[in-house]
């Protein structure tokens, strides 16, 4: 009885500190990934949906996660690396709401909106903040904690347990990762910047041919109406664009781009 109940005991200990390793990449990325990392989600919901995770990624990475037999020392380079492949990767899944929060920004801009229908202590657009939290719940109503999950799972082919990301991988991953972010943002932002872009032409060459016209005054209610005709129009659109690049980049979170 006593063999099985240190037999027992000795499997609880080993599985308890696997979940642990776990737990510092799972922690570290949830403090960042989209949805799940925002400041609106209190704490210990961030901490539940942590454990949950670990909960999931701890069976299928047990084969790939060898602890470390030293000291201190080693479980504290351990402990430090894990954060660091953690907050890589939330890092890199963050950019894609950046992305969506700067086209937001940059449609507002385009239509002069961008200080209008702000809403209090709130740093982005009115735009951008309706763009973000329809983006947010998309991807949530489209199984993304299934994706993280699998996305985590396939980190540690990636980036192995307990070894810090090779500089050299870090920098390309990084670079391509922020420019196929910005190529995104543009992408999204393109219907408003060209409208803008032709409100504005059309602007300059009315007040040529009739310079006594205030056509700032007469021109401005009709940019702002048709900044928000646009929006109703292509926000289906643009959100649909956008959940495709970010379910590809979940898919395969670890390819850079070329």
Known sequence: MNDLAALLVELARGQL????????????????????????????????????????????VA??????????GDYTLFLVAETANGLALGIVLRLFILALEMAGGLAAQSGSLSQMFGTSGEPMPA?????????????????????IARALILSYAALPAGQFPAAALMRDWGVAQTG????????????????????????????????????????????????????AV????????WQGAFAMHLADPFTVPR
């Not at 403090?31 to 069976?59: E, H, K, N, Q, Y």
């Not at 084969?63 to 201190?72: H, K, L, N, T, Y």
């Not at 292509?234 to 664009?241: D, E, Y």
Request: proline share 6%; hydrophobic share 65%; net charge positive.
């Open 17 to 60: 500190l696997l979940a642990g390793l776990v737990f510092l990449r799972v922690g570290a990325a949830i403090a960042l990934l989209p949805a799940f990392g925002d400041r609106l989600v209190p704490a210990r919901i961030r901490l539940g949906l942590a454990l949950a995770l670990t909960a999931v990624v701890a069976p299928s």
């Open 63 to 72: 084969s790939e996660i060898v602890a470390p037999d030293g000291g201190v």
């Open 127 to 147: 735009m951008a903040h309706l763009l973000v939290m329809a983006g947010l719940a998309l991807a949530v109503l489209s199984g993304l904690h299934v994706q």
């Open 180 to 231: 196929a972010a910005f190529a995104l943002t543009f992408s999204l932002a393109a219907p408003f910047v060209i409208a803008g872009l032709i409100y504005n032409v059309a602007l300059g060459l009315i007040n040529r041919a009739m310079p006594m016209l205030m056509v700032s005054f007469v021109g401005a209610p009709a940019l702002t109406a048709g900044t928000l005709i646009l929006l």
């Open 234 to 241: 292509s926000t289906p659109l643009i959100l649909s664009a």
